[in-house]
C-alpha cells in the first residue's frame, strides 16, 4: 500500500473527536485508507444492499450490531443513520467512536450538517499526489508520464493504462453520483460540459462561453458546475485582490483537480502525446494547483488560493494566502530546464505584495530543487514538502 500523507492527521483527529468523516472523489482510496489506519475497527459497507436494508429499516439494531469502534463506508446511502450516530456520540463524548466515509460529498456533508455538526472532524482524501508517489519510489519516469497518468490509485495499484481508466471512471461517475443524487437528467450535456473544462483547464472561467458550447442555460451551467466542484473534479480558483469583496466581480481560473483525468478529456491516448499536446502547458498548471490542494489536504488544511492577473498582463500562478498575508507565491514553468526568466514576474508582483524572496516559487518540470537569489526553484515532487 502506498502510504497516504492524510494518515496520520486521520489518527490524531480520531483522538479529539467523536466521528471522523473522510470523503473525497470516487476512487480516491478513502476505503483503503480508513482499513489501514484504523485496522482495529469494524468495517462495514452500506454498499451492500442487504446491509444498507438493515441500516435504514432499523438504525438502533444495526448500530448496536455494529457498536462503536465501527467505520461506516458509502455512510451517505443512509443518511438518517446520523442522527442516531448522534444520539450514541453525545451520551459520552468519547472521541473515535466512529469513522464515516464516502464518495457522494455533496450528500454525506448535507447528512453531517444536520446531524453532526461540531461532533466531526472532515477530512479530504484526494487522488495521490506526485510526492506521495515518489516517496513509494512509484512516481513516473517523467513529467508527461504524470500529465498523462494523473494521480488515481487504481492506475498504480493494479498498472491499468489511463487510456482505459478514465473512460469507464468517467462512466461510472456520471452513473452513480451524478444520475442517482443530483436530479441532473441531461447528462449527455453534463459529460459535454465536463469535457469542456478539461479542454479549458487553467483558462479564466467564461460561464457564457460554457452555456453556448455545451447548449444549455448560463444557470444550468452555474449549477452543474457547483457539482463537479463538489465531487472534487473541479477547482475554482478565485483572483486575489487586497479589497476582499472584490473578488467577486472577477472572474475565477477553471481548474480540473486531476491532469490525468483533463488530458484524456480532451483526447490524449499515451504519454508520448503529451510532448506534442498545445495543452501541456495548461495541464502543468493544473498538476501545480492539484499538488498545492493535496498536500495542504493531508494536513487536514483548507488553505485559501488565489491567482494574480494585472492589467498589465502580469501573472502569478497561484498564491497561498495566511491571515491577511500571502505566504507563498508560485509560478509554473512546464520546461524540464530552468531560466532566471522564469522569476521575471515573480520579483516584481511578490514585491510589490509584500512576499519575500524565500517565499517565491517557481515550479518547474526539472528533477532537481535548489535555492536562487531569486527565489526557490522547486521540483514538482518537492513541492508539498516546501509548502507544508
Known amino acids: 500500500m502506498i502510504e497516504r500523507g492524510l494518515a496520520s492527521k486521520a489518527l490524531a483527529m480520531a483522538g479529539q473527536f467523536p466521528v471522523v468523516s473522510i470523503t473525497g472523489p470516487r476512487q480516491s482510496g478513502k476505503t483503503t ?10 468495517y462495514v459497507s452500506l454498499e451492500d444492499a442487504d446491509i444498507r436494508a438493515f441500516a435504514s429499516d432499523d438504525p438502533r439494531a444495526f448500530l448496536a450490531r455494529y457498536g462503536r469502534k465501527t467505520i461506516i463506508d458509502e455512510a451517505q446511502r443512509v443518511p438518517e443513520l446520523f442522527s442516531y450516530i448522534q444520539g450514541i456520540v453525545d451520551e459520552t463524548g468519547e472521541p473515535g467512536q466512529f469513522v464515516v466515509s464516502g464518495s457522494q460529498n455533496f450528500l454525506l456533508m448535507e447528512a453531517i450538517d444536520q446531524s453532526l455538526a461540531g461532533r466531526v472532524a472532515v477530512l479530504n482524501l484526494l487522488p495521490l499526489s506526485l510526492a506521495e508517489l515518489d516517496a513509494a519510489g512509484l512516481a513516473p519516469a517523467s513529467m508527461d508520464e504524470w500529465l498523462f497518468a494523473g494521480g488515481y490509485p487504481r492506475i498504480y495499484d493494479h498498472g491499468i ?6 473512460p469507464n471512471y468517467i462512466r461510472t461517475y456520471i452513473e452513480r453520483d451524478v444520475r442517482t ?6 447528462l449527455v450535456d453534463f459529460e459535454r460540459l465536463l469535457g469542456l473544462c478539461a479542454a479549458r483547464t487553467s483558462e479564466t472561467l467564461n460561464i457564457q462561453a460554457l452555456s453556448r458550447d455545451c447548449g444549455v442555460a448560463v444557470n444550468t451551467v452555474k449549477e452543474w458546475l457547483s457539482v463537479l466542484e463538489a465531487s472534487f473534479l473541479v477547482r475554482l480558483l478565485q483572483p486575489y485582490h487586497r479589497n476582499l469583496g472584490k473578488r467577486i466581480t472577477k472572474r475565477p481560473k477553471l481548474h480540473l483537480l486531476d491532469q490525468g483525468l483533463a488530458g484524456n478529456l480532451i483526447g490524449l491516448e499515451e504519454a508520448a502525446d503529451v510532448a506534442l499536446c498545445p495543452e501541456k502547458g495548461a495541464l502543468f498548471k493544473t ?28 501573472e502569478i500562478d497561484v498564491l497561498v494566502e495566511r491571515g491577511p498575508a500571502i505566504s507563498w507565491a508560485i509560478e509554473a514553468k512546464a520546461s524540464s530546464t530552468y531560466r532566471p526568466k522564469y522569476f521575471r514576474h515573480l520579483d516584481t508582483v511578490a514585491e510589490e505584495l509584500g512576499v519575500p524572496t524565500d517565499r517565491r516559487v517557481v515550479v518547474y518540470a526539472g528533477r532537481e530543487t535548489f535555492e536562487t537569489s531569486h527565489g526557490l526553484v522547486c521540483a514538482l515532487k518537492d513541492l508539498a514538502g516546501a509548502l507544508v
Open 33 to 42: 485508507l480508513v482499513k489501514a489506519v484504523f485496522p482495529e475497527y469494524s
Open 161 to 166: 493504462d489511463p487510456a482505459d481508466y478514465y
Open 181 to 186: 443524487t443530483t436530479g441532473i437528467t441531461k
Open 287 to 314: 498538476a501545480l494547483l492539484s499538488e498545492v490542494v493535496k498536500a495542504y489536504s493531508a494536513a487536514g488544511r483548507t488553505p485559501r488560493l488565489s491567482y494574480w492577473c494585472d492589467s498589465s498582463k502580469r
